[in-house]
């Protein structure tokens, strides 16, 4: 549900299958508020895409009802659906100048001359391109390019704008300085925005809430800090951020503490998402939450680690140790003093709080 209790946009019990036998989007209820941004985030072939899809019209759903302010919109056609949509390829009209991609769909609205100018002159502004008006397409760089795309999917003002993977053709730096325009265009607006990514970063820095598609189901719907610091299942915590994990069988179960017996050690965690004693667990730590050399009983988890390899990545050196089994356990050591004194093949200790690492679903 929408956390105002209001959905502006709505999806009841929706289906899509495309051969009539396997379903590429299950069951799906969502309630997105209005001004929300909410970001569908999975790997491909997940069902995100076709969910935005059967937003926009341009798939049917195969079961339930999808509605937009109260309407259902199954069966309204998706020019008639008041939303504007922004794609990775821009699909800008290439034989048009910037200006005149914008007044295209006013034009289609009818609106006058002088309103067309003006929406057009306010858009361009708005994502600081009122001087190129004037070019055409194949004249801007590519970060350019989006923001006529952005620009053309807001200048009619839609109750609702789609937003499908629209920086993945861009570089690293401007796909950042983009997320950020985007956010603040939204922030400003108060539009509803409904964007899909598989770029867990992406998903982090702008939406109000993520939801994260696995085989088309939603495997957990949060805000982007609940998301990353209390993963639901074992396909959230390993997709959402880098998480160390650990594979064990529960000793027993108390008091929200799981104990599990991971490659002969006992671990300490908290029982999130746990069967009973002799069942299966995932335990997930992130990198960040070890503490290197803890001192003697300073906490309920301290294993002996040995180093295996160190990456210097300016303000923090990634560290991976053999621990509990894993020899793929990292920890971010910060270059606080300029200099980490371990070394690959040293034997160290590591140590975490119970409520840092989560017991989870056996992945």
């Known amino acids: 549900m929408a956390e105002n209790g209001t959905?502006?946009?709505?999806?009841?019990?929706?289906?899509?299958?495309?051969?009539?036998?396997?379903?590429?989007?299950?069951?799906?209820?969502?309630?997105?508020?209005?001004?929300?941004?909410?970001?569908?985030?999975?790997?491909?072939?997940?069902?995100?895409?076709?969910?935005?899809?059967?937003?926009?019209?341009?798939?049917?759903?195969?079961?339930?009802?999808?509605?937009?302010?109260?309407?259902?919109?199954?069966?309204?056609?998706?020019?008639?659906?008041?939303?504007?949509?922004?794609?990775?390829?821009?699909?800008?009209?290439?034989?048009?100048?910037?200006?005149?991609?914008?007044?295209?769909?006013?034009?289609?609205?009818?609106?006058s001359r002088g309103e067309t100018e003006d929406r057009v002159k306010k858009a361009l502004d708005m994502v600081q391109l009122g001087e190129f008006g004037a070019r055409r397409p194949a004249q801007l760089s590519g970060g350019q390019q989006q923001r006529v795309a952005l620009a053309r999917a807001l200048v009619f003002e839609p109750k609702l704008v789609l937003m499908d993977e629209p920086l993945g053709a861009l570089?690293?730096?401007?796909?950042?300085?983009?997320?950020?325009?985007?956010?603040?265009?939204h922030e400003s607006l108060g539009v509803t925005v409904v964007y899909v990514t598989h770029d867990q970063t992406e998903a982090l820095t702008m939406s109000d809430r993520v939801a994260v598609f696995n085989d088309g189901i939603i495997q957990q719907l949060a805000p982007p800090v609940d998301l990353y610091e209390q993963p639901e299942n074992s396909?959230?915590?390993?997709?959402?951020?880098?998480?160390?994990?650990?594979?064990?069988?529960?000793?027993?179960?108390?008091?929200?503490?799981?104990?599990?017996?991971?490659?002969?050690?006992?671990v300490?965690?908290?029982?999130?998402?746990?069967?009973?004693?002799?069942?299966?667990?995932?335990?997930?730590?992130?990198?960040?939450?070890?503490?290197?050399?803890?001192?003697?009983?300073?906490?309920?988890?301290?294993?002996?680690?040995?180093?295996?390899?160190?990456?210097?990545?300016?303000?923090?050196v990634r560290t991976r140790l053999d621990v509990c089994g894993n020899d793929e356990f990292i920890v971010k050591v910060p270059n606080a003093s300029g200099h980490v004194h371990l070394r690959p093949g040293a034997t160290t200790r590591v140590g975490w709080q119970i409520e840092d690492c989560r017991a989870l679903d056996a992945a």
Do not use: W
């Not at 915590?237 to 002969?264: H, M, P, T, W, Y």
């Not at 999130?272 to 290197?292: C, D, H, K, Q």
């Open 7 to 111: 959905a502006f946009v709505r999806f009841v019990d929706v289906q899509k299958s495309y051969d009539g036998e396997t379903l590429v989007v299950k069951n799906l209820n969502l309630d997105i508020a209005q001004g929300e941004f909410v970001t569908m985030l999975g790997p491909s072939g997940s069902g995100k895409t076709t969910c935005l899809m059967m937003l926009a019209g341009f798939e049917t759903a195969t079961h339930g009802e999808i509605f937009l302010d109260g309407t259902p919109i199954n069966n309204v056609p998706p020019h008639k659906r008041d939303i504007g949509m922004v794609f990775q390829n821009y699909a800008l009209f290439p034989h048009m100048t910037v200006a005149e991609n914008l007044a295209f769909p006013l034009q289609v609205r009818k609106l």
């Open 171 to 185: 570089d690293k730096q401007l796909r950042e300085t983009m997320q950020y325009e985007i956010k603040h265009i």
């Open 268 to 316: 300490r965690a908290l029982a999130v998402n746990v069967g009973g004693a002799g069942e299966a667990t995932t335990l997930s730590l992130r990198p960040e939450r070890v503490f290197i050399e803890p001192d003697e009983g300073a906490l309920p988890n301290i294993f002996e680690a040995k180093v295996k390899e160190l990456i210097f990545l300016g303000d923090h």
């Open 235 to 266: 396909f959230v915590a390993q997709f959402i951020g880098e998480n160390n994990k650990l594979s064990g069988r529960i000793a027993s179960v108390e008091d929200n503490v799981c104990v599990a017996e991971v490659a002969g050690s006992t």
